[in-house]
């Protein structure tokens, strides 16, 4: 099932009809729905090929929900060695920069948004990042919960890493943005405690504008995802408070309520 022109910002000046914020949440609560939000061509032909597989050859009593767009822009061939992190969920799309020090993930529509995001930390603030391409923050979650009852209900067993926390070790701070509201990418704060998880959604009402204002409405937009990564490096007491006000003011940031209670 192909959701098209998904996500509240890709479809800009057609009205309110297409304004999709919510199907992701609502495709994880469907136990055989398996959701997906591809950035690119290459993913959603990986995807499409692997659910083919499992659905007409393997016979799995599953059905896949893919998120597709309208907007034109380039798409990068995806190495092989991605393609694991595809049907999981997430892989590394880039660094920016040599040792990254916070960890950027962008899902769909948003995914260019969060890339921009990295090459402004870099060189505007002297910031390096990852980059991470989210597939699906559903099926993320559902491995990693699965993971978390075999712990508890095998205690003695040896203790398993879900990929999701395999992929982003360590301690760096992680701002995950999404085309959808922010329940959507929340479902992965849990497995990753004690981490600095900032969240970025298009809670709010529908609007019908361009793609760039949209974004910059619903703070999805490369400025709000960089000063989030600055914020929350401050907030893990890796860069100093001087740092934020340089990016706020860097990025023309003004204060104002938040989309959902404009």
């Known amino acids: 099932m192909l959701g098209a022109t998904a996500g509240r910002t890709t479809l800009g000046g057609e009205g309110l009809q297409h304004r999709d914020g919510s199907s992701h949440l609502v495709a994880a609560t469907v136990p ?20 083919a597989r499992r659905m007409l ?22 190495p092989t060695a991605a393609y694991e992190g595809v049907i999981k ?3 590394r799309y880039a660094t920016c920069g040599s040792v990254a020090v916070v960890h950027l993930l962008g899902a769909g529509a948003i995914l260019r948004e969060v890339i921009a995001a990295g090459e402004w930390l870099e060189r505007e603030m002297a910031i390096s990042s990852e980059i ?19 712990c508890r209900l095998s205690p ?37 405690p004690n981490r600095r998880f900032v969240v970025l959604g298009t809670d709010g009402f529908g609007r019908s504008d361009t793609r760039s204002v949209l974004r910059e409405f619903f703070e999805v937009d490369c400025s709000s995802i ?6 929350a490096l401050v907030d893990s007491r890796r860069l100093p408070s001087m740092r934020l006000i340089e990016a706020a003011s860097r990025l023309g940031a003004v204060a104002s309520d938040p989309p959902w209670q404009r």
Request: net charge negative; aromatic share 12%; proline share 6%.
């Open 156 to 192: 003695t067993a040896p203790r398993k890493i879900s990929y999701l926390a395999a992929c982003l070790s360590g301690d760096a701070p992680i701002v995950a943005a999404s085309d959808y509201v922010r329940a959507v990418p929340q479902m992965l704060v849990s497995y990753l």
């Open 226 to 231: 960089a000063l989030a990564a600055v914020q």
């Open 32 to 51: 055989n729905c398996r959701a997906y939000d591809p950035a690119f061509a290459g993913e959603l032909a990986i995807i499409f090929d692997h659910g």
């Open 57 to 78: 050859e393997e016979g799995r009593d599953e059905f896949y929900y893919l998120t597709v767009m309208n907007e034109n822009y380039p798409h990068p061939s995806i």
């Open 132 to 150: 991470w391409s989210v597939t699906s923050y559903s099926e993320l979650a559902r491995e990693a919960a699965a993971l978390e009852r075999e």
């Open 89 to 91: 969920g997430i892989y």
